[in-house]
Each structure stands twice: as structure tokens, then as C-alpha cells.
């Protein structure tokens, strides 16, 4: 359904172009689409000088009179009757409050009390044979003029005292429950003194969230929803629409402030950012709230928002309104609720249609079937001179001269002048605040069809029935929760303006979940769409917030680096990877890392295999060529069987650099280095002999006769054996000092764990490796100075290039291996192995080997022969 209302005038014009249009207006046929479902229909019967009331204006000349009844109960009633009460700041002493202005939803509320009296006491199954009476009084929306009835309402029945006593039990004040206030703050401050006697208490509007304490106040109720379920639906609506950069504005009283603390406090785990928060000042009349309306505008706009949410009741939001578009404020999406949207107070303001739109929630309620015939039935009783005067009898027998803060303009009041209001005012929580109390009372009494015992009942009494069990009110159930309250669920109302009209669009529904529909709702824009407000686009996956300026709400997207990720857009940090997996730039998620290492099908790790096995493959070809021609003068004097037995160290080392290639083990990483020493060391124990024995006979010859026997025949095989003991015994100490160890490496490769030998020990590298060394240097030094004559071949010259070639290598292999943490490691490594044969190969086995396939003829003794006396004088020389 969907409630519209013609702005009403500030002042009702009696003249007769005014009453013609108002007879036109009000006529049945032009009310029933815009009234609820159910109220009127064509057939239904009008009260008799309905038609009247309405077009020439009843004069409610006794209404003032129809808020007091006696009864066997007395239900205070506090209601806002009027507004705007004069002399407040300017009140120097304790005299009666009053209030300027009418409030027609305060009248209505009021009304809407008396009318569920009237329904309890004409019922013959809720409460026979009990009548109900009623109190109402006038609180202004003011705390000192709401404080005046509420210590009325405490008063000992009967007095105007209140009793001072250690024990209430049986204390019997005025009233047996109170209906009211409207106002959250008015709440407050009444709920202290009636919850301190016990005295149940109902508000049907109050939804601050500090009342649902129910230690500090536990007689208080509500037939509302508190606000916290009204601020989470209206974070549903601003996640539905896509608004993440918003303003608040609150009035600046509890129901205000309460509301937008539960917003603030939600928005901020909701992705919802608040471009300013502002407060409405509560005295408006003050000279200085005119200039803080200013300065919210201002900052408003200078926010560059497109949506305001605004907290407040219907006048300060009319203050907000009137400035904002008397300044110039563009159009915005204004978020409001009940409290300022359905009052004809803000849709009243001038030129109201320039705000841009309103969506807002109200309460779900039902209509109060009857209420509408009821008033009028009523206005048109006013009247009657008969009806007022027992009306007067009646209000005087309830102690009138105590205090007279009722309705001091309601005798003023036609029926047209709240007729519109009439219509659109929620007064099913007041009904139900009633019957609340009603059911209680019910209960308490033990009533059963044939009526109820008149036995004395305290208000405290009725607690426990209000707490735990349910009631009905026209057939719907009603039942306050553990924070005395219900709720009903929210309607989303959108105002739809037609010529001047406001219309009261239902677009949506709220009951934990938000259901909006969206092709109902016709927005500012030129499109009709929704607006954007953002101070940042939303995040895509694998992006965090970086927060930018001054304002924490503002930021840009960044993309996670690599080996990070972000699983939500909610984070300011992406979340580094365990280090076993990884995940490329803007990643959500974290990928297994891959392994690294010199696989075999590698095209680089295929050439060096390949390249090794032919050394592999020439160092077998020259050993079975020497041991072919191990007789011959050249490869006697090469060493004989010992140059084989080192052409198969080569070979074996040759062959070591598999070792290399494949998935690493920690076995594999302590045997690499172990090989490469012990080839190259039997290598180099078969070359030694030869090199001592030259430098016996070129630098030592007085020597040679006696030592040379220890480097050559038989004794050369004990030193050979003994340079290897040698080495093994290194290889011992080098698997106890510190062995290469397999490590596994996440840093150096993005996507990858790098798979290498790492060295343990430096220390125990030099010692395995220093020995080959040295003996490389001694052969060095032992051969480089020798010359021989062009007749006779050169036997030194092959050592001293082979022993020279290992040392230059080991140089840049040392320099590089110790700086190197990738697969090209291993590379390096087999490069070394490869480059040391090679090297041996080419300078010392290959010539000989030329020798013996292609020179045949210079394998002789006079050739080959051993250095002459002469030869070793011209090497010394």
C-alpha cells in the first residue's frame, strides 16, 4: 500500500474558495486510493456530519476535555501535544511550561490511546466488568515538561504526595502503567523514576538502544524496534546500492546520537566509510545553532558526497532541510526514518522537492481498524453541548486542579486540519502499548467470560505476565523480547512527488534480511538511476586498500607482489606466502612452489653430458692406445703403466659429473666433491713421480743418483698409493668437518624452490681441495724451468701446461663457485671437472697420443729417451 498527503498549509483559510476545493479534496471517491486497504470502501456508511467536520471545519471546542477519564485502573498517558515552548531559556522561575504550536501526531497518538480504552472497556472478554481510566498529559518534547505529569503519575492515589518509604510493596501511586513518551531522552529520564516504583512503562516510539538495558530499566517497554535494527537494515540498503562514502547527521539529543554511535560503529566493519558525522543543535532558536546548520551544509558539500543519512526527529530535521536548500546544497540521496519522514512538519518545508531523494524506514504496523470513524465519529460529537459537558463532569473527577498541562490549543483543532495526518500517523504501536498493559492486567486479575475480580493489584504485579507471555491485538501476536521490546520489521518508503504531492511509496521490506525493489524508485539523476558515492572503488581480488591523504576512508587498490596474497578486499596488507608455496602478483591465493635444479632434460645440462662423456670417451680411447703401446719408449717414458692408470682417474672424473645432474640428496651433495677431489688426485699421484724426477735430474744432480729410485720403477707405485692414502684421509676430515649439504632455497627463485649443494664448511673445502693443489703447484714448479733440445721430446712441457691449466681454472671456479646460489652452481662445478680433464687431456695424453697414431716413427729410444747429463746442464743453465 502507499500512503499520499497534500502538504498542508501553515494556516487553514476560512474562505469559501478554500471550502470548495477542501469538499473537493476530502470527497469519498478521491480518498480511497490513497487510504489503507481495508479503512473505507464504497459502501461503507459515513458517521453522520462526517462530510460536515470535514468541510466546514467542527470546532473541537471541548477536546481539551477527552484526555481524563476515572476508571477502577488509571493508565498515564504522556504525549506530545504541542511543540516549540516559549520562555524556556529565559525561565527564571518554577512556573508551567507551555507549548507554542500544535503537534498533530502527538493529538493522533493521544487519540489513538483513548480510542484502545474505549475498545478494552466496551469488550466483554478482555477485562468485564473492569473499567479503564486514563491521564494524559502534554510533554512538549521537552525533559522539564514531561518531568511535571511523571512525578504526578508517582504520586499516592488519591494525594498529590509522594510517598517517602524504605518499602514500596505496597504502595499504590496514581497510575497502575504509564503509555509514553514518544521521545528516546524523555524515555531516559522518565524510565529512572517509574522503573525505581516498578511501574510498567511503554513507549511506542522510543528506539534508543540504551533502553534495552533491562537492569537500569526494568519496567520499561516498547512497541518499537530498538534502533539497532533499524541501523542494520539501513547498512543492508547502502551495501545494496553500492555507497561506501556517506555523511551522518544526527539531532542532537539521545535518540540521535544513540542512532548514528550504532551506525558509526557498524559502518566501520562494513566497508561503509563516513565522510563527515555531524550533530543537529537540540535549541534551535539559539543564535548560534543557525551558524552550526551552516557549517554541516558546508562541510557536507565540501565531502562530496552523494547520500546523507540523517537521525532525527521531525524538527531539527526540518532546520537541516530548510538550510540545505536555501545554501544551495546539490541533490543528494537523504537516508531517513520514521521519526522525520512521515511528518508533515519536514514535507512540509518549502521548495522540499529540491533535496533530491528520500528513502527511508518506517515500522511495520498494521492498521487500527475503526480509528479513523472513531475520531470522526468523536469531532462530530464535539459538537454537541451535551457531550461536553458530561465530558467536563468526567475529566473533573480525576484530581483537574492538580495540573493542567493537557492539550491547551486541541479546543481549536478541526477535524480538517488532522485529517491528512490521519491517514498516513503509525498509531498501532500506541494500540498496542495499551492492550499490552491490558493482557497484563488480565492476567493478573485472574479474569475469566464471566469478568474479573476487583482485587487489588500493584503495578509491580504485572511485570512478570508483561515478560513472559504473549498477547493479541486484532488478531496479530505480539510478545516483548528479552530487551522489552518488539520487533515488527521495517518498510521501505520512498518519496514519490506529483504536482506538489508526496506519496509515501512502499519500494521495499526489512525483516533480517532487505528486500528492495529497485525499478520502483525513481532517483534524481537524468537517468533515474541510483547515484554513486565513493570516495574509492571497491578492491578486485588479489588487491589491498592503500590508504591515501588524510582520510582513512579514502585509499587506492594496489596489487599484492609476488609470494603475497589477499584472499578479502577488506585488508589494508596482503599476507606474505609460506615459504613451501608462492603466488605471482595480485594473487588470492598461494600456489606449491616447484622444484629447481639441473633437470636432465635440460638443453644445457644435455651439451655438458654430453661434452663429458666424450672426454670420457678420449680418456678411454688414449688409455687403451697406451696400454697398446704401454712398451713403447713414449709412453715408458710418459710414466707406463701409471700415465693408464691416470687416464682412468680422468675417465672416472669424467663420469663424476652425472653426479651433478638431477634432483639433489644430501648423499649426492657429500659425494660430489669427494669425486672430484680423489680423480683429480689419482690423476695427479701418477704425475708427480715423472715431475720429481725431472727436477731430480735438472736441479738437484748430486742428488739423482741416490733419490731418483724412489721416483721411478716400482717406488714411484708407493708414492702414488700414498698421495691417494693422502686424500682419502682429507676426504675423511672433510665428511667430519663439514660435508656440502643439500639445501633448499626459497628466496632466490619467485616460483620456485631452488634445489642446491651448499657448502658446510669452507675450512674443510680448502683442506679436500688444498691438497690437489699443492701437488699441481709442486709439479709446476718442477717442470716449468726445463728445456730440452729439438731432437728429444719435451716430457715436462706436457706436465707444466696441465698442472697450470688446473691452477688458472680452479682460480675462476673458486671466484665464482663462492658467489653462486642457483642451478648454474652445479653447472659450474661440472664445467670445473670437465675443464681440469680437458685440460690434462689436451696438454700431457693427447700429444703422446698423436705421437703414437701419427708419428710412429718418433717412438724411439733415441727420442724418448730420459734427459742426457748435457741437457740437464742446459736446464740448469
Not at 292 to 319: M, R
Not at 814 to 819: E, G, N, P, R, S
Not at 847 to 857: E, H, Q
Amino acid at each position: 500500500m502507499h500512503f499520499t498527503k497534500q502538504i498542508p498549509p501553515h494556516a487553514f483559510n476560512p474562505s469559501e474558495l478554500y471550502l470548495k476545493r477542501l469538499q473537493e479534496q476530502l470527497s469519498l471517491d478521491s480518498l480511497l486510493p490513497f487510504l489503507p486497504p481495508g479503512l473505507f470502501s464504497p459502501t461503507m456508511k459515513v458517521p453522520e456530519g462526517l462530510w460536515l467536520c470535514l468541510s466546514f471545519g467542527c470546532a473541537a471546542s471541548c477536546l481539551s476535555a477527552q484526555f481524563r477519564r476515572p476508571g477502577d485502573f488509571i493508565l498515564g498517558g504522556l504525549f506530545p501535544f504541542g511543540k516549540d515552548t516559549v520562555n524556556l531559556s529565559a525561565r527564571s522561575q518554577p512556573t508551567l511550561l507551555r507549548c507554542e504550536r500544535l503537534f498533530t501526531d502527538g493529538l493522533i497518538w493521544a487519540l489513538g490511546m483513548r480510542f484502545a480504552i474505549d475498545q478494552i472497556n466496551n469488550s466483554s472478554s478482555l477485562l468485564p466488568g473492569i473499567r479503564l481510566g486514563y491521564d494524559m498529559y502534554d510533554t512538549c518534547f521537552e525533559p522539564l515538561v514531561a518531568l511535571q505529569p511523571s512525578l504526578l503519575f508517582l504520586t499516592r492515589r488519591g494525594t498529590s504526595a509522594i510517598g517517602v518509604l524504605c518499602n514500596y510493596t505496597e504502595y499504590e501511586p496514581r497510575v497502575t502503567a504509564v503509555i509514553g513518551p514518544h521521545k528516546s531522552d524523555l524515555c531516559l529520564l522518565t524510565a529512572k523514576l517509574f522503573s525505581s516504583f516498578l511501574i510498567p512503562q511503554v513507549s511506542y516510539g522510543a528506539s534508543s538502544e540504551s533502553l534495552s538495558n533491562t537492569e537500569l530499566y526494568p519496567s520499561f517497554y516498547r512497541t518499537v524496534p530498538g534502533d539497532k535494527n533499524l541501523v542494520e537494515a539501513m547498512v543492508l540498503l547502502l551495501h545494496q546500492f553500492g555507497w561506501n562514502w556517506v555523511a551522518t547527521v544526527a539531532s542532537d539529543d539521545e535518540y540521535g546520537r544513540g542512532a548514528q554511535a550504532l551506525f558509526l560503529s557498524m559502518t566501520g566493519t562494513n566497508n561503509i566509510c563516513i565522510a563527515f558525522e555531524g550533530l543537529i543543535p537540540a535549541e534551535l532558536t539559539e543564535p548560534s545553532a543557525r551558524k552550526q546548520l551552516e557549517n554541516t551544509i558546508k562541510l557536507i558539500n565540501s565531502s562530496k558526497v552523494n547520500v546523507v543519512v540523517l537521525f532525527a526527529h521531525s524538527l531539527p530535521a526540518q532546520a537541516l532541510l530548510e538550510h540545505s536548500i536555501r545554501m544551495g546544497l546539490g541533490k543528494k540521496v537523504w537516508i531517513g526514518t520514521e521519526a522525520w519522514m512521515l511528518s508533515d512538519i519536514a514535507a512540509s518545508t518549502p521548495n522540499i522537492q529540491s533535496i533530491g531523494t528520500v528513502l527511508g524506514f518506517v515500522m511495520r504496523a498494521g492498521t487500527v481498524p475503526g480509528f479513523q470513524e472513531y475520531v470522526a465519529e468523536l469531532f462530530s460529537s464535539l459538537r454537541q453541548e451535551e457531550f461536553c459537558r458530561k465530558s467536563r463532569e468526567l475529566s473533573g473527577l480525576v484530581n483537574a486542579e492538580v495540573l493542567d498541562t493537557h492539550c491547551q490549543q486541541c479546543d481549536r483543532v478541526t477535524l480538517g486540519d488532522i485529517w491528512p495526518m490521519l491517514m498516513v500517523t503509525l498509531v498501532q504501536p500506541v494500540q498496542v502499548a495499551v492492550y499490552s498493559v491490558a493482557h497484563a492486567l488480565h492476567r493478573a486479575l485472574g479474569c475469566t467470560s464471566k469478568g474479573c475480580p476487583k482485587t487489588p493489584i500493584r503495578s509491580w504485579q504485572l511485570l512478570h505476565f508483561m515478560n513472559t507471555l504473549p498477547f493479541e491485538v486484532n488478531g496479530q501476536s505480539f510478545r516483548f523480547d528479552q530487551s522489552h521490546g518488539t520487533n515488527t520489521g521495517y518498510k521501505l518508503i520512498f518519496w514519490a512527488w506529483r504536482d506538489g504531492t508526496v506519496t509515501y511509496l512502499p519500494v521495499g521490506d526489512y525483516d533480517q534480511s532487505l528486500y528492495i525493489r529497485k525499478s520502483e524508485i525513481q532517483f534524481h539523476t537524468a537517468d533515474k538511476k541510483e547515484p554513486t558515492s565513493e570516495c574509492f572503488r571497491r578492491c578486485q581480488p588479489g588487491q589491498f586498500r592503500r590508504i591515501k591523504g588524510f582520510n582513512l576512508c579514502c585509499y587506492d587498490c594496489t596489487d599484492c607482489s609476488e609470494n603475497t596474497f589477499l584472499s578479502s578486499t577488506d585488508s589494508t596488507s596482503c599476507s606474505p606466502c609460506p615459504q613451501q608455496q608462492w603466488a605471482p602478483a595480485r594473487s588470492t591465493q598461494c600456489l606449491q612452489r616447484g622444484e629447481r635444479f639441473l633437470f636432465w632434460r635440460e638443453p644445457l645440462a644435455v651439451a655438458l653430458l654430453t661434452l663429458a662423456a666424450l672426454t670420457a670417451a678420449l680418456s678411454c680411447v688414449a688409455a687403451l692406445l697406451f696400454l697398446k703401446h704401454l712398451h713403447t719408449p713414449l709412453v715408458r717414458q710418459a710414466g707406463g703403466a701409471r700415465s693408464v692408470l691416470g687416464l682412468l682417474w680422468l675417465l672416472l672424473q669424467a663420469l663424476s659429473c652425472g653426479l651433478y645432474v638431477g634432483r639433489p640428496s644430501a648423499a649426492l651433495c657429500a659425494l660430489q666433491q669427494l669425486s672430484y677431489a680423489l680423480c683429480l688426485n689419482g690423476c695427479f699421484s701418477t704425475l708427480l713421480p715423472k715431475a720429481l724426477h725431472i727436477t731430480l735430474l735438472t736441479e738437484f744432480p748430486h742428488c739423482a743418483p741416490r733419490l731418483l729410485c724412489w721416483v721411478s720403477h716400482g717406488r714411484a707405485w708407493l708414492l702414488v698409493v700414498v698421495s691417494l692414502l693422502i686424500q682419502v684421509l682429507l676426504c675423511c676430515c672433510h665428511l667430519y668437518l663439514g660435508p656440502d649439504e643439500l639445501v633448499v632455497d626459497y628466496k632466490s627463485l619467485p616460483s620456485e624452490v631452488l634445489l642446491v649443494c651448499g657448502t658446510q664448511s669452507w675450512a674443510a673445502f680448502a683442506l679436500l681441495h688444498g691438497y690437489n693443489n699443492c701437488l699441481a703447484f709442486i709439479c709446476f714448479l718442477c717442470t716449468f724451468m726445463v728445456q730440452t733440445s729439438g731432437r728429444r721430446y719435451n716430457v715436462a712441457r706436457g706436465i707444466t701446461f696441465a698442472t697450470l691449466i688446473c691452477l688458472v681454472v680452479w682460480i675462476f671456479f673458486l671466484v665464482i663457485f663462492a658467489t653462486l646460489r642457483t642451478v648454474l652452481r652445479a653447472v659450474t662445478q661440472i664445467c670445473t671437472v670437465l675443464a681440469t680433464a680437458l685440460g690434462i687431456l689436451a696438454s700431457y695424453f693427447l700429444p703422446k697420443c698423436y705421437i703414437l697414431v701419427f708419428r710412429p716413427d718418433l717412438n724411439t729410444e733415441d727420442y724418448c729417451q730420459n734427459l742426457t747429463e748435457e741437457e740437464a746442464e742446459v736446464s740448469r743453465q
